[in-house]
């Protein structure tokens, strides 16, 4: 299909549908989709990526690996490297799936392999290397995701569906026609709504937001940082983590002045008594009014109040991001917010009721498309253990200890191989200097990634991938309109190859090749893929191209379900069509919840007292309460080598955001190098003072690749700025077991040593040798 790589491509990433112009086999520069009202500036990370120096050139082995074979090994992230050929490397690291799956089994491969990746139906790393890892038996896997651990688990009890809440969610239209008030706990990020997984086509936020503004409606935003909206807005800003605190203080306006709406409750909810119980204070003996509420969120009572009645009094809709369930208890924020929406009756009507996400990712407010989308088949994975995603560090370092997990007792299994395709834990996971201990124990970690990030560092096998630019794909996603045929750019750089191409060599090997090929191609994957989904769009009456001239036009426009309402159906027929619940209702009481009997996440939404936050004895030691949200200047991790993130660096540092009164009490001035530290960590970042940070918070993104200064101490500090050296491993609870990487306390000081060189996009060291030349010399 892709002959000329100098012509502009079409192509697709998850910020965004854009038009790539190369030259020498580099992106040189990318033009956002005409269609794309709101282009995200990430695109502007994507020239220059594909021949970045930071790239995995050829195949490589950690030498301690070639030279003592497989074992735990603290040298990982501080070894050097041996480049091999392909046939070389393709037979010792089958050689060694094999060894793992006849001594130990196949559930000592841990496949979870979260991550991101990139665009594309079809060369999607995680279902490729499933695919794969199920073709040879199966591998220990990992549920739910970093971005909705609490949400994922709790949801399905209380209103009996997760997916829905997203995918089905009131579009953006019905918000901006009907909506008078939207509270938003956790704001509404613009720099969020520029990425959707598996790509998007347009940004309809920011004119959905201008167009409800225009017609009178009012947005609060509830957050630690003034710029969480774009435009007008009224700002409160509670102490970080007690959102749960302030919805209970204006949920005790609601019930005490008789403003809450009591036939929605008896008809559509269960359990309201026994929360009224706790919210009145009749279960504990504490009221949860404004007076309560003020003592932990800090705002004034006369202010909870006020807001409880003008939520009454309008359309409200009540939002809640996806931010506020990424901290311990993270399962109270969305449930209490479900229950306020409840209380004022609004559910299930335009322009009203509850919002996970709005400002999260660019999918809750859009339109689903109505047919299923091509899919790569995964197969059936014959072992049944798994893990949840945020548990990766526990699972190593405990082997056979037990964990709780939303009702069961389980087992951590005893994982021998990692094996990961498509992530980069030392972005997503928390505790880095845990992670790396962790990382010393299995006998191999096998990697896939374009980059030598950090995880590739911390690799034995290291595969160089191909970037999705040099490769052509299929990218459409539940909730945009079009189906897009995404152009190979640029040829494959050096030795790097598609996943799917190294899957399948090592397919051959293991004597599986015809169970994961199919007989083809990748190109005949994509025909197959696009054949089944036009089955499914003719089905319903439309004239879809065949696979030919669909690729010659670029795209193809689906019938989209615009206009929706969350649970507008249910609210219609709550008998006829009830939600996926024991009782059929939304369970603002769940008696399945209760019975799990867990401290941490009892059986209706309730206050509880974080770990990490600034009321408590903790931030006498570390006073500043850090906000380690999504960045604004790229996806996660990836492309931190690109000019925007770059432009966005301090000398080089990822920037923290503080207030000028922190700083200056400090003696902290604009563009200083500043060391963040707390007991489990510390990293280097460049000041940036700024009063739309609230007094004692500080706020440093994600993504900054991890650049230790000692490789060889996994307590190391960070001289890049990555702040999940400060983060808790600690999990939302014992339901959920998900991410916290959300806050931690800390404490900051001006750096006054030489500032360290920043390493993290370089190429490791490497010595030249053979699998055969390690062993016999020791070298
Ligand atoms: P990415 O940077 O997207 O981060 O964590 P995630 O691991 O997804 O990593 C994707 C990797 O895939 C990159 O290394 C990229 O090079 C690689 N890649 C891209 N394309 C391909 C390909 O085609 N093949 C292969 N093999 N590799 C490819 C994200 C996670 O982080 C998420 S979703 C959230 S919401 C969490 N949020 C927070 C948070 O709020 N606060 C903290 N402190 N930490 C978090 N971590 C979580």
């Known amino acids: 299909m892709s002959s000329e790589h100098s012509a502009p491509r079409q192509h697709m990433a998850h910020w965004g549908m854009f038009t790539a112009q190369s030259s020498d086999g580099e992106v040189t520069s990318v033009v956002p989709d005409r269609g794309d009202a709101d282009p995200s500036p990430a695109l502007g990370n994507i020239p220059g990526s ?172 509830i957050s630690p940082l003034r710029d969480d909206v774009d435009g007008a807005a009224r700002w409160l800003a509670p102490v970080p983590g007690t959102d749960v605190a302030l919805m209970l203080g204006l949920a005790y306006v609601l019930a005490s002045e008789g403003l809450h709406d009591t036939d929605f409750l008896a008809r559509y909810c269960t359990g309201y008594d026994r929360f009224e119980d706790y919210l009145l204070g009749r279960s504990d003996g504490v009221p949860k009014d404004p007076a309560w509420a003020s003592v932990i969120t800090g705002l004034p009572t006369d202010v909870i109040a006020a807001l409880a009645r003008q ?28 229950t306020l929406a409840a209380m004022l ?92 201990r962790a990382l010393a124990r299995p006998e191999t ?137 024991p009782s059929g209702r939304i369970e603002i009481f769940s008696s399945d919840i209760d019975g799990f009997g867990y401290d941490d996440c009892p059986g209706h939404p309730t206050w509880l007292e974080p770990t990490e936050w600034l009321g408590g004895a903790r931030s006498a030691d570390f006073p500043l309460h850090l906000i380690a949200n999504q960045p604004k200047s790229r996806l996660h991790s990836q492309l931190d080598h690109g000019a925007v993130s770059q432009a966005s660096k301090v000398q080089g540092r990822e920037p923290i955001r503080l207030h000028p009164g922190d700083a200056e009490s400090r003696g902290i001035a604009e563009g200083d190098v500043v060391r963040v530290f707390n007991d489990r960590g510390a990293c280097l970042a460049g000041a940036v003072l700024d009063d739309a940070v609230s007094r004692g918070v500080a706020q440093l993104s994600t993504g900054a690749w991890y650049d230790p200064l000692d490789p060889a101490d996994p307590q190391s500090m960070c001289v890049h700025g990555n702040p999940n050296v400060l983060t808790s491993d600690e999990h939302t609870s014992k339901l959920a077991q998900g991410c916290t990487g959300q806050h931690a306390l800390v404490d900051i000081e001006l750096w006054t040593g030489a500032v360290p060189p920043i390493r993290a996009y370089e190429q490791p060291t490497f010595v030249v040798g053979s699998a055969g030349w390690a062993r016999s010399t020791g070298g």
């Not at 037979?91 to 001594?103: F, H, K, N, S, Y």
């Not at 613009?190 to 409800?212: C, E, I, Q, V, Y």
Request: proline share 6%; hydrophobic share 35%.
């Open 445 to 581: 970690i096998v990697v896939h990634d374009p980059y030598w990030t950090p995880l590739a560092r911390h690799a034995d096998f290291v595969v160089p991938s191909t970037t999705s630019l040099e490769r052509d794909d299929l990218s459409c996603t539940r909730n945009d309109p079009l189906m897009v045929a995404m152009q190979q750019a640029v040829p494959r750089y050096a030795d790097a190859r598609d996943d799917y191409d190294t899957l399948s060599m090592l397919a051959a090997k293991l004597g599986v090749a015809e169970r994961f090929t199919e007989g083809r191609t990748a190109e005949q994957w994509l025909r197959h893929m696009y054949g089944q989904w036009q089955g499914f769009v003719r089905a319903a009456g439309h004239p879809v191209p065949d696979f030919d001239e669909f690729w010659r036009t670029g795209s193809y426009r689906m019938d989209t379900e615009d206009g929706l309402t969350l649970f507008e159906e249910f609210r219609a027929d709550p008998v006829g069509q009830p939600l996926r619940t």
């Open 50 to 221: 594909v021949r970045h120096r930071s790239r995995v050139r050829r195949p490589a082995v950690r030498r301690g690996w070639l030279r003592d074979g497989p074992g735990a090994s603290n040298d990982r992230g501080n070894d050097s490297f041996v480049e091999l050929e392909w046939d070389e490397f393709i037979d010792l690291l089958a050689g060694e799936l094999r060894r793992v799956v006849d001594t130990h089994g196949n559930e000592a491969i841990y496949g979870g392999s979260y991550g991101w990746a990139s665009s594309g139906r079809f060369h999607h790393a995680q279902s490729q290397l499933h695919r794969f890892l199920n073709t040879i038996g199966g591998y220990t896997r990992s549920v739910n995701s970093y971005s909705l651990g609490a949400t994922g688990v709790i949801m399905p009890r209380v209103v009996g569906t997760h997916w829905k809440l997203f995918a089905r969610s009131t579009s953006w239209e019905v918000i901006a026609k009907h909506t008078e008030l939207m509270v938003c706990f956790g704001g509404v990020p613009r720099k969020n709504t520029g990425t959707n997984h598996g790509g998007t086509s347009n940004h309809p936020t920011r004119d959905a937001l201008d167009r409800f503004r225009a017609r009178g409606g009012q947005l609060v935003s």
């Open 311 to 338: 939520m009454a009094a309008h359309t409200t809709m009540v939002t809640v991001t996806w931010s506020l369930q990424r901290v311990r208890g993270g399962e109270q924020a969305p449930w209490m917010g479900i």
């Open 345 to 436: 009756g609004g559910i299930g009507t335009p322009g009203a009721g509850f919002g996970h996400g709005y400002g999260s990712m660019n999918e809750p407010g859009l339109a689903p498309v109505p047919y299923p989308l091509p899919t790569f088949w995964q197969g059936v994975n014959p072992v049944q253990t798994f893990v949840p995603v945020a548990a990766v560090s526990d699972m190593l370092l405990d082997p056979g200890g037990r964990f709780e997990y939303d009702g069961r007792s389980l087992t951590y299994p005893d994982i021998k191989l990692v094996h990961w395709a498509g992530g980069n834990p030392f972005h997503h996971h928390q505790d880095i200097g845990r992670l790396r």
